[in-house]
């Protein structure tokens, strides 16, 4: 019996994929998040669009980006398997086979580039494709277990959807619709960081060369302050470029005021550092981590309150 | 492992027969959907595609 024989018969029967499983290889919550984004953009661009066209604007950046993520789960099974966060996925779990995954990926990317191209424009699905590419590749294959840079680069992919649907809709990519995926793409270390902060020994485990396992908590720390400084003033641009109005500035004012506040907390904090467990009852990990977790709580706040009201401000010119 | 039949012709386990039609189910509508959007994408483009 060949070892893969053995091994299979070793470990206990999966239970078989459900349709549920493919649909949670797509990484559903990061997708709405995506096309909470992508129609920001779509919006912003201020062109008059058949809403049946929008609407298939908007699938097609969904899918898409669900397709990266089944590339990306078919790609990490391996780490995904040792980390409590993602083992339960339906790679690492065995429900799904690696290949079925990266097909289904592979299917749907170009389902969602041909669609995109053929209903709206090659300007948007080039730059669809080119995230969908970016992700699964320069991300998940390349950066991801080479650098602790991995995120800061890497979201580049996540920050892509605004201008994917302003091309959309516009058939251009003007530097407003860059200067929203500037927004996200600064805002994506802080976020990211401040989650690993408080899951570092799962990262640690699989091997991957997240800020806090390489850099250790205490820089970690003061690279979020960084960006956090760098974040605020950029949220509160488009007010100059014309794109936000009195709305969008109070919200990015405020909410940018809290991010850096709460980065400066989690700066003075001991968030992370795991030799702090040996100091005795004075040091509670949970307890020091809660700065770090709220700062990832309200990022997710701050992003979704200053695109909600870019969607609002935009929306409420189109209807007038 | 249960008898071939019509319904479970290859004769899986009760719970992999239901996740197989599952599947099966889920493809069926992204085909159908898929037409329908290629359908909607004609008819659109060829009256102009563009609101207002």
Same mark, same amino acid.
């Given at each position: 019996m060949s070892d893969a024989a053995m091994s299979a018969k070793a470990r206990p029967a999966a239970a078989p994929a459900s349709a549920g499983d493919y649909f949670s290889l797509l990484k559903p919550r990061v997708m709405s998040l995506v096309v909470f984004t992508a129609l920001t953009g779509l919006v912003c661009a201020g062109r008059p669009l058949h809403p049946a066209l929008a609407a298939i604007a908007i699938l097609c950046i969904a899918v898409g980006a669900g397709a990266a993520g089944a590339l990306n789960m078919a790609w990490d099974s391996d780490i995904d398997a040792l980390m409590r966060r993602t083992r339960g996925r339906p790679v690492p779990a065995g429900r799904i086979s690696r290949g079925d995954a990266a097909f289904f990926g592979g299917a749907l990317s170009l389902f969602a580039v041909m669609l995109m191209g053929l209903a709206l424009n090659w300007l948007a699905a080039g730059l669809l494709a080119f995230t969908i590419l970016f992700y699964a590749v %320069?991300?998940?294959?390349?950066l991801k277990r080479l650098t602790p840079q991995n995120i800061v680069i890497g979201g580049l992919a996540g920050a892509l959807p605004p201008v994917v649907g302003w091309a959309a809709a516009s058939g251009t990519a003007p530097l407003d619709a860059w200067l929203l995926c500037a927004i996200i793409f600064i805002w994506t270390p802080p976020h990211f960081w401040a989650l690993s902060l408080y899951t570092s020994g799962d990262y640690a485990k699989a091997g991957v060369p997240m800020m806090p396992v390489v850099k250790g908590a205490k820089s970690t720390r003061l690279q979020i302050l960084v960006y956090s400084l760098i974040l605020a003033p950029l949220g509160f641009a488009p007010v100059f470029t014309g794109l936000g109005g009195v709305l969008y500035g109070a919200v990015s004012a405020g909410g940018g005021a809290a991010f850096v506040l709460l980065a400066l907390r989690l700066f003075r904090s001991r968030a992370g550092?795991?030799?702090?467990?040996?100091?005795? %009852?004075?040091?509670d990990p949970k307890a020091e981590a809660r700065p770090a977790r709220d700062l990832f709580a309200v990022s997710i706040l701050y992003l979704f309150a200053l695109f909600a009201a870019l969607l609002v401000e935009h929306g409420l010119r189109s209807v007038a | 492992m249960n008898q071939p039949s019509r319904r479970n012709p290859f004769g899986e386990s009760e719970e992999a027969a239901k996740a197989r039609r599952q599947r099966s189910l889920a493809m069926a509508l992204g085909l159908v959907g898929f037409v329908i959007l290629v359908f909607v994408v004609s008819l659109l483009k060829l009256s102009g595609g563009h609101a207002g």
């Open positions: %320069v991300y998940t294959i390349w550092d795991a030799d702090g467990a040996g100091e005795g %009852v004075l040091y | -």
